[in-house]
């Protein structure tokens, strides 16, 4: 008690005093800073720039105000920033009200889920109090059409909404609230709707944006327009910059170009993007009207499970691309899917150019079911025959197993794929049972030539030359761990092909120059046992890329010897075992040990 301080409370006031005097200087100090000079309007853009960047609907905003004071007191006051109202539980709901009460009259975007009756009420209750300021409205349900049938029940009028987006993942069917349609959203230009009826085309007009979709569940298929109903659409509409249609094509395009003349042709000089999913019957006759520029990308998919067609529409449909892309001023093509069934058994999907690459190239995709005839072969070769592409940059060769799990591609099949397309940079198989039959296929179709060809395939053979790929890219699953027996087998064989690839004499081939890059990915992920081929590989090939690394034996055993010994220097230092922490000098030489491990590992 002898040892207590006397006067606790004069210290602790002191010790206030001093902490204040601190927080004084901090804000001194934060008053230097260059941020702190700047108008109060530019920083609350700034802070909406960042909310922007993060996720405008995210929290970010509330951390900003934490900051300082402010930071505080502009944010709060920066209508802007509170504009982006999301509302997805009735939990949300103080959250919600926050943002109303500080975006003050700011125009506001709006991103809403229903999932339930009581989340559609505060739906509801935000756009009778606040759909005069509505400018972009997105509204997810998951459930059924009561949601938005309640969201929307006493609406009349939203008169500055500009872009407005409705999906229905489930239930009957929904149309288009009919206020929107009688001038209720005059300032409506962009319409995203998927799995919603629209029957407005005899209402809206100068549209810049319209996707419709039906849903992928294939109920409840929605009501498409006649083509009368559609060209007048378009026709008032001449500003459309986006165009996407999932099964909303019209059924019938009775018109006669040669008879109507010109008032047959719709233009749409600003289109920048036209994504059709249909039958190739009603794309063809589509594109047949439309007169597409140079800026537009091309998204074309067609051919699902349920249609009935044949070969001569797939043709019907490439010729028509054709004479899009070869006028002057041609429009890009980004993807051209056509997806097939022919007979029963087995399944090949061809893809070149994948949309992950850098969406400077076309895009084809080809998923078709084959049978063991001539029929399902002859079929891929008349679709490959007419595509409209003069390289392609990457193919992606697969099949999946058909019912009894045998291979029903054979070598000779892809390899009068490989003939029939032009000429391919990239070529990107899985490392699975059917790699082998994909390889034996290339390296045939480059022996051959354009042997076999006859016609304007042997002329396109010729000018694309056949030259081989630069790259051969296998690819091993994270989930399938095939043992090793089965692992030497298709090594033995690709390394096999490699060689005699290496060693062939063809016409756009020299003999001893071997294929330039082969890349096997997804190593560790799989447990690849490559080890064991590695160096066979690399003497077969002008590079080995495993998992990204290059891979050379001089190389790897310099990084090998470097790295034990750099283990053995740990060892007699720290020890056997090094329970105890190390130093951060010592990082680099954990760093080595690891790497000692990795190529261990290989």
Not at 147 to 152: D, M, R, Y
Request: overall charge neutral.
């Amino acid at each position: 008690m002898a040892n207590m301080d006397p006067k606790p409370s004069a210290r602790q006031s002191q010790m206030d005093k001093l902490d204040a005097q601190l927080a004084d200087l901090k804000i001194q100090r934060n008053a230097l800073a260059p941020i702190s000079i700047l108008p109060d309007e530019l920083l609350g853009e700034i802070f909406v720039n960042c909310a922007v960047t993060d996720d405008v609907f995210s929290t970010a905003s509330v951390s900003i105000s934490l900051v300082c004071r402010r930071w505080a007191s502009v944010a709060s006051s920066h209508a802007k920033l509170w504009s982006y109202v999301g509302h997805y539980s009735p939990a949300d709901w103080s959250r919600t009200n926050l943002r109303l009460r500080r975006s003050k009259e700011h125009p506001l975007t709006c991103d809403f889920s229903i999932a339930g009756e009581n989340s559609a009420w505060d739906v509801s209750t935000v756009l009778l109090a606040h759909g005069h300021r509505v400018r972009h409205l997105n509204i997810h349900t998951a459930v059924d059409r009561d949601g938005l049938e309640t969201a929307f029940a006493h609406i009349e009028t939203l008169p500055m909404l500009n872009t407005l987006s409705l999906s229905l993942d489930a239930g009957e069917h929904y149309d288009l609230p009919g206020f929107m349609l009688d001038g209720g959203a005059p300032q409506l230009r962009n319409i995203s709707l998927y799995g919603i009826g629209f029957t407005g085309w005899n209402h809206l007009s100068n549209l810049t944006e319209l996707k419709l979709c039906q849903r992928a569940d294939g109920n409840a298929l929605l009501p498409a327009p006649s083509f009368g109903e559609f060209s007048s659409f378009l026709r008032r509409s001449p500003q459309l910059r986006t165009l996407k249609l999932d099964h909303f094509l019209p059924h019938t395009i009775a018109i006669d170009i040669s008879i109507d003349g010109e008032n047959a042709v719709i233009d749409l000089p600003h289109l920048e993007s036209l994504q059709l999913t249909d039958s190739l019957e009603q794309m063809q006759s589509l594109l047949q009207v439309l007169t597409i520029p140079s800026s537009t990308s091309l998204n074309i998919i067609g051919g699902d499970a349920g249609d009935v067609w044949f070969p001569n529409d797939v043709v019907d449909l490439a010729k028509c691309i054709r004479l899009h892309l070869r006028n002057p001023g041609a429009p890009t093509l980004r993807f051209l899917g056509i997806y097939l069934s022919v007979g029963l058994r087995g399944h090949t999907v061809i893809t070149a150019d994948p949309a992950s690459g850098d969406g400077e190239h076309a895009h084809f995709s080809l998923s078709a079911r084959l049978s063991t005839g001539s029929t399902g072969r002859g079929v891929i070769y008349k679709i490959l025959d007419s595509i409209p592409l003069d390289s392609v940059t990457y193919l992606h060769a697969t099949q999946n197993p058909g019912p009894m799990d045998q291979p029903e591609v054979s070598h000779t099949i892809w390899r009068a794929i490989y003939q029939r397309l032009p000429r391919v940079e990239v070529v990107r198989t899985p490392i699975d049972e059917y790699m082998v039959q994909v390889v034996q296929g290339l390296v045939g179709a480059v022996q051959r030539g354009a042997r076999g060809l006859s016609g304007k395939k042997k002329r396109r053979a010729e000018q694309a030359g056949l030259a081989p790929p630069s790259r051969l890219e296998l690819v091993a699953s994270p989930v399938k761990h095939p043992d090793t027996a089965l692992q030497v087998l298709w090594f033995s064989a690709l390394d096999a092909l490699l060689t005699v690839y290496k060693s062939m004499d063809a016409p756009f081939k020299l003999s001893g120059v071997p294929l330039g890059t082969l890349s096997i990915q997804g190593v560790l992920s799989s447990r690849l046992e490559v080890h064991r081929f590695r160096e066979r590989l690399h003497s077969r090939v002008g590079q080995l890329v495993i998992d990204g690394r290059p891979w050379d034996p001089v190389t790897w055993r310099k990084m090998l010897k470097q790295a034990r010994r750099e283990r053995r220097a740990l060892t007699v230092k720290y020890g056997e075992d090094r329970d105890e922490p190390l130093s951060s000098d010592s990082e680099p030489e954990v760093s080595a040990g690891g790497a000692a491990e990795y190529f261990d590992y290989f």
